[in-house]
T-cell receptor, first 112, second 110 residues
């Protein structure tokens, strides 16, 4: 999607290893979000950020941490990956009014 | 827990028919949005309706919002095979967090 990119697009990792997913935006939006999508659950919010170094937890934040050192980058880290974290991860950005959201193309993470 | 619950979970119709999906949510909102997701792809924003609006149209889409019942519906008229996708409602409140429902899987048979 224009203005937002996620990397990597696919990753396979072993249980217990740390993993970092990157979200990069070129829209200069304050708000950035990380979601995970699993069958039967739709998208669930993991963490979000409302500015550089300003982050907060979502509904499924256990086992995840985030960092936002620059406006354009929002990193999601799995400290010690578990099989339950196998999922598709989406990053999103929005304007300050919470009306215009743009989603990235997703990262498919498999923990074996 | 999810903010929104969608009904039905799956819907199969013939091309040319109308498709209606419903969404219920739990807390007060600033706006409600509908998204489409094709299999294995990202989400595409369809339409946004603000909490002070009751109905909105965009092409073949019609969205209604009833804040007293905390519910919304999405109507797709004259459906096409290309409309086959999952549809999600999502609500945005005071913190700007977008909270999604569980989705409706729509299959349009040619």
């Amino acid at each position: 999607d224009a203005g937002i990119t996620q990397s990597p697009r696919h990753k396979v990792t072993e249980t217990g290893t740390p993993v970092t997913l990157r979200c990069h935006q070129t829209e200069n939006h304050r708000y950035m979000y990380w979601y995970r999508q699993d069958p039967g659950h739709g998208l669930r919010l993991i963490h979000y950020s409302y500015g550089v170094k300003d982050t907060d937890k979502g509904e499924v934040s256990d086992g995840y941490s985030v960092s936002r050192s620059k406006t354009e980058d929002f990193l999601l880290t799995l400290e010690s990956a578990t099989s339950s974290q196998t999922s598709v991860y989406f990053c999103a950005i929005s304007d300050d009014q919470g009306q215009n959201y743009t989603f990235g193309s997703g990262t498919r993470l498999t923990v074996v | 827990s999810q903010q929104g619950e969608e009904d039905p979970q799956a819907l199969s119709i013939q091309e040319g028919e109308n498709a209606t999906m419903n969404c219920s949510y739990k807390t007060s909102i600033n706006n409600l949005q509908w998204y489409r997701q094709n299999s294995g792809r990202g989400l595409v924003h369809l339409i946004l309706i603000r909490s002070n609006e009751r109905e909105k149209h965009s092409g073949r889409l019609r969205v209604t919002l009833d804040t007293s019942k905390k519910s919304s519906s999405l109507l797709i008229t004259a459906s096409r095979a290309a409309d086959t996708a999952s549809y999600f409602c999502a609500t945005s409140g005071a913190t700007n967090k977008l909270i999604f429902g569980t989705g409706t899987l729509l299959a349009v048979q040619p």
